[in-house]
């Protein structure tokens, strides 16, 4: 199947800061990407889907003004989360759709972010 | 709103026996219903998916069931192994592409 990666795989940054997670398909073009969030033993909580080209739209109480998407091209939208705080601490995943492949959603291997 | 209910959240069966996921959804538009295999610090990886038009569909030792008109769907995994131990999801796709996911179920193989 097609391959979604993210960068980094892990990320320890101090409160205040910022922090850009990337999230690449690397063998076919994905208009749309999606991202996750995970908290530990819990399900996946759609955060926002990002639309190449245009704003990402985002689920209800997720602050767009904090979680900054970017999908700048076909293979590559990023997450920027803003003025991190440990609450923000957790597994981050990202998703892209395959157009090619009916739309299948392949899932990239997640960014781990810890905020001290 | 669209919901997923998946049970049970943890299921711990012996090596070599067969292991059944439960998943029933709200969203009578949903057409697509993949599930997923997540291993610990790793995202989701699917494993076998199933589309409105088909009611059941193998590959190998796994196996899923789907029921439009009672809207529910299961995952059967044949002759288990310590190595199918992991945190499985299932999960629906309607009109709107949005995936709902279900709570998960972590899945024991005991050797």
């Known amino acids: 199947g097609a391959v979604v990666s993210q960068h980094p795989s892990r990320v320890i940054c101090k409160s205040g800061t910022s922090v850009k997670i990337e999230c690449r398909s690397l063998?076919?073009?994905?208009?749309?990407m999606f991202w996750y969030r995970q908290f530990p033993k819990q399900s996946l909580m759609l955060m926002a889907t990002?639309?190449?080209?245009?704003?990402?739209?985002?689920e209800q109480g997720v602050e767009k003004d904090k979680f900054l998407i970017n999908h700048a091209s076909l293979t590559l939208s990023t997450l920027t989360v803003t003025s991190a705080h440990p609450e923000d601490s957790s597994f981050y995943i990202c998703?892209?759709?395959?157009?090619?492949?009916?739309?299948?959603?392949?899932f990239g291997p997640g960014t781990r972010l810890t905020v001290l | 709103g669209e919901n997923v209910e998946q049970h049970p959240s943890t299921l711990s069966v012996q090596e070599g026996d067969s292991a059944v996921i439960k998943c029933t959804y709200s969203d009578s538009a949903s057409n697509y219903f993949p599930w997923y295999k997540q291993e610990l610090g790793k995202g989701p990886q699917l494993i076998i998916d199933?589309?409105?038009?088909?009611g059941e569909k193998k590959d190998q030792r796994i196996a899923v069931t789907l029921n439009k008109t009672a809207k529910h769907f299961s995952l059967h995994i044949t002759e288990t192994q310590p190595e199918d131990s992991a945190v499985y999801f299932c999960?629906?796709?309607?009109?709107?592409?949005?995936?709902?996911f279900g709570a998960g179920t972590r899945l024991f193989v005991k050797a």
């Open positions: 999960a629906a796709i309607g009109g709107g592409f949005k995936t709902i």
């Open positions: 063998d076919f073009q994905a208009t749309t």
């Open positions: 199933i589309r409105s038009n088909v």
């Open positions: 990002s639309n190449e080209g245009s704003k990402a739209t985002y």
């Open positions: 998703s892209a759709r395959d157009p090619a492949a009916n739309n299948e959603q392949f």
